[in-house]
């Protein structure tokens, strides 16, 4: 039989041919083989490095819960003995109390922390919803002879009703009206120079704060009188981040000793700025020098 050259040269490619694929399929089994030893090693190593990790998170869940017991036994040992740290700070200083939501009147509790801090209450007022009613600031208008046609007026008449001994009689006028309520008004209340506010409401709303307390925050700023705003820890509404832009100094725990003495420090110092309290967005639980 004839062979021809090319038959040779055929036979002799199809042999390299196979002898390449069998050494391809040799090295990649060789190497899945290698890298399955490798992928091993490495599962090996995470496993290794988890439990470490895991070993390292419940030494500091465990640290985490010494030091919040610790937290919590301070914190009630300052709730229950707060008017030794506070007594005789406030002394000659003459405070206002403004509250600007009625749903959360706890003005009485802000001024038995400034009379056990040996302080002054010269005003305590609660203004109500009836401050923004367009009728009442007519009526009141009319009664007072006086030109107020909107919230902003209300408020400006309040101040500056502050600053006149016939305030009381003023402020009366108002209070018929149900626009504000007095818990009390001092003989010497023309002399405050320092005003808490408290806040909170059932739903808070920048209108309300552009209405009401935007605009008492300007005048008492014209009129040169030291704020700080102060709320209670369990308000279903804030307005502390509308005054933090404000730049006013903002307490968000009022009704516990720690909020009792950020209030007194705050009110000594004439403290300018700074959000004390409790939670992730406060500067500092109590001010410091």
């Known amino acids: 039989m004839h062979i021809n050259m090319k038959?040779?040269?055929?036979?002799?490619?199809?042999?390299?041919?196979?002898?390449?694929?069998?050494?391809?399929?040799?090295?990649?089994?060789?190497?899945?083989?290698?890298?399955?030893?490798?992928?091993?090693?490495?599962?090996?190593?995470?496993?290794?490095?988890?439990?470490?990790i895991k070993k390292t998170n419940n030494d500091l869940e465990g640290k985490l819960e010494i030091k919040e017991d610790e937290y919590n036994k301070l914190a009630q040992y300052?709730?229950?003995?707060?008017?030794?740290?506070?007594?005789?700070?406030?002394q000659g200083k003459n405070i206002g109390i403004i509250s600007t939501r009625e749903t959360y009147d706890y003005n009485e509790d802000i001024s038995k922390t400034i009379l056990e801090a040996n302080g002054s209450v010269a005003f305590d007022i609660v203004l109500k919803e009836g401050i923004?009613?367009?009728?009442?600031?007519?009526?009141?208008?009319?009664?007072?002879?006086?030109?107020?046609?909107t919230s902003k007026d209300v408020i400006n008449y309040i101040v500056d009703s502050l600053k006149d001994v016939n305030a009381i009689g003023k402020l009366q006028e108002l209070e018929k009206l149900d626009?504000?309520?007095i818990n009390s008004i001092s003989e010497n209340y023309v002399d405050y120079t320092q005003v808490v506010l408290t806040l909170g409401s059932e739903n808070e709303t920048s209108e309300n704060f552009n209405n009401v307390d935007k605009n008492l925050l300007n005048k008492l700023k014209d009129e040169?009188?030291?704020?700080?705003?102060?709320?209670?820890?369990?308000?279903?509404a804030s307005a502390i981040d509308m005054y933090k832009k404000d730049k006013i100094p903002t307490i968000n725990n009022s009704e516990q000793g720690l909020g009792k003495i950020a209030l007194v420090y705050s009110l000594k110092d004439s403290v300018e700025k700074g959000n004390f309290g409790v939670g992730d967005k406060v500067d500092a639980q109590i001010p410091f020098n």
Not at 44 to 52: A, I, N, P
Not at 79 to 90: F, H
Not at 132 to 149: C, F, P, Y
Request: hydrophobic residues 40%; charged residues 25%.
């Open 78 to 90: 300052v709730n229950d003995n707060y008017t030794k740290l506070i007594s005789g700070e406030l």
């Open 179 to 181: 626009m504000i309520k």
């Open 132 to 149: 923004t009613d367009k009728d009442k600031i007519k009526e009141l208008s009319s009664s007072q002879g006086v030109e107020l046609k």
């Open 224 to 236: 040169d009188k030291y704020i700080i705003a102060t709320q209670k820890s369990d308000v279903k």
């Open 7 to 52: 038959y040779y040269i055929v036979t002799i490619g199809a042999i390299f041919i196979a002898l390449g694929i069998g050494m391809l399929v040799g090295f990649n089994l060789n190497y899945d083989q290698e890298l399955s030893k490798q992928q091993a090693a490495i599962i090996s190593d995470l496993d290794e490095k988890f439990e470490q």
